[in-house]
């Protein structure tokens, strides 16, 4: 069975940043077959719920994306993580980093690793050349950089016998940038929070505190409704 070079996997939470991904891999793509992977952090039900709210928007309306069939359904992958983790706040929702801590207080070890191995096993499966995510060009981590990417593109390949390309299309963008690309799309259904309050963002957590400051950097109103008001 030949690779499907016009398939691409693409690793989505219920972000803005996946969100608006997707929106042009489907212009780019002629199937996009969506990947949630759950490690039982204490955001993903709100997010994963979120991400399908989107998902139904948009899949088919031509008004948000040219192209809205070639979505594929969502696949959704179980790799917990809190034995690995153990007491670290994205498990036991303590201690969350609040809106004023650096980007680097929000680093979960070795995460695009084992989401990348996930979706490269999904990619074989199903053969898939590439995986998609929608790491940006701020992002600090050891695992977010483009050397990591294609170091690992290069190991997946090698382990699974099938070629692999890794891209992150949204690599040179900020934030607000990114909302700018998506104005035609329902942003407000994206999920950004690490301590969600009854499903909603929470308004305090360093993600909330990026998401307000990315919408006025864009100069776009944030429909997203907050448990707190700021």
């Known amino acids: 069975m030949k690779v499907q070079r016009s398939s691409?996997?693409?690793?989505v939470s219920g972000g803005l940043d996946s969100c608006v991904m997707l929106a042009a891999l489907a212009r780019r793509y002629g199937k996009v077959c969506p990947v949630f992977i759950r490690?039982?952090?204490?955001?993903?039900?709100?997010?994963?719920?979120?991400?399908?709210?989107?998902?139904?928007?948009?899949?088919?309306?031509?008004?948000?994306?040219?192209?809205?069939?070639?979505?594929?359904?969502?696949t959704i992958l179980h790799v917990p993580v809190r034995d690995l983790y153990g007491a670290h706040w994205s498990v036991t929702g303590r201690h969350v980093p609040g809106a004023r801590t650096p980007d680097r207080a929000v680093y979960l070890p070795g995460r695009n690793l084992l989401l990348l191995s996930q979706?490269?096993?999904?990619?074989?499966?199903?053969?898939?050349?590439?995986?998609?995510?929608?790491?940006l060009g701020h992002n600090p981590f050891p695992d977010a950089t483009p050397k990591f990417?294609?170091?690992?593109?290069?190991?997946?390949?090698?382990?699974?016998?099938?070629?692999?390309?890794t891209v992150t299309p949204f690599r040179r963008l900020t934030k607000a940038?990114?909302?700018?690309?998506?104005?035609?799309?329902?942003?407000?259904?994206?999920f950004s929070c690490?301590?969600?309050?009854?499903?909603?963002?929470?308004?305090?957590c360093n993600k909330c505190a990026e998401r307000q400051r990315a919408f006025r950097e864009a100069?776009?109103?944030?429909?997203?409704?907050?448990a707190t008001a700021h």
């Open 194 to 204: 690490l301590s969600p309050r009854r499903g909603r963002h929470c308004g305090r």
């Open 149 to 165: 990417f294609r170091d690992f593109s290069r190991a997946a390949s090698e382990a699974l016998g099938q070629r692999l390309k």
């Open 39 to 74: 490690e039982d952090l204490i955001w993903e039900q709100a997010e994963l719920r979120s991400l399908r709210r989107f998902l139904r928007a948009v899949r088919h309306d031509s008004f948000f994306i040219p192209h809205p069939s070639s979505f594929q359904s969502l």
């Open 219 to 226: 100069g776009r109103e944030d429909l997203t409704r907050y």
């Open 177 to 190: 940038q990114v909302i700018r690309r998506g104005r035609r799309l329902p942003l407000h259904l994206s």
């Open 8 to 11: 691409v996997c693409a690793l």
């Open 119 to 135: 979706a490269a096993i999904f990619c074989v499966k199903y053969r898939i050349g590439t995986i998609a995510l929608g790491s």
